[in-house]
């Protein structure tokens, strides 16, 4: 079992920055990849962002290549997404979640959620 919990949501202004984390516990964190989606009201969730459970190979969306990073720091049991560039289209709450199995990119591949973090961008 994984237990994750996100912070670091908020309000920001176009153009600014923002830092999620997600902080895990459970035996499986560090052998899983990881993954941020997000939701907008009205829409369903979406993938961000994925990272392998060695960090080694990442993968995110087309609208938000370039300006976010998805890492991990696997002795503090964390995930991070760092935002930059944010824009109000990427205004949603955000979730980590835990690999189980399939492919990256599909909600269904995870079997564990946080509870999620607001993010608003204004313009």
């Known amino acids: 079992q994984v237990q994750l919990v996100e912070s670091g949501g908020g309000l920001v202004q176009a153009g600014g920055s923002l830092r999620l984390s997600c902080a895990a516990s459970?035996?499986?964190?560090?052998?899983?990849?990881m993954g941020w989606f997000r939701q907008a009201i009205g829409k369903e969730r979406e993938f961000v962002a994925a990272?392998?459970?060695?960090?080694?190979?990442?993968y995110y969306a087309d609208s938000v290549k370039g300006r976010f990073t998805i890492s991990r720091d696997n002795g503090k049991n964390t995930l991070y997404l760092q935002m930059n560039s944010l824009k109000p289209e990427d205004t949603a709450v955000y979730y980590c979640?835990?690999?189980?199995?399939?492919?990256?990119?599909?909600?269904?591949?995870?079997?564990?959620w946080g509870q999620g973090t607001q993010v608003t961008v204004s313009s």
């Open positions: 459970g035996r499986t964190f560090n052998r899983a990849a």
């Open positions: 979640a835990c690999h189980y199995s399939g492919s990256y990119y599909y909600t269904e591949a995870y079997g564990w």
């Open positions: 990272i392998t459970w060695t960090g080694g190979t990442t």
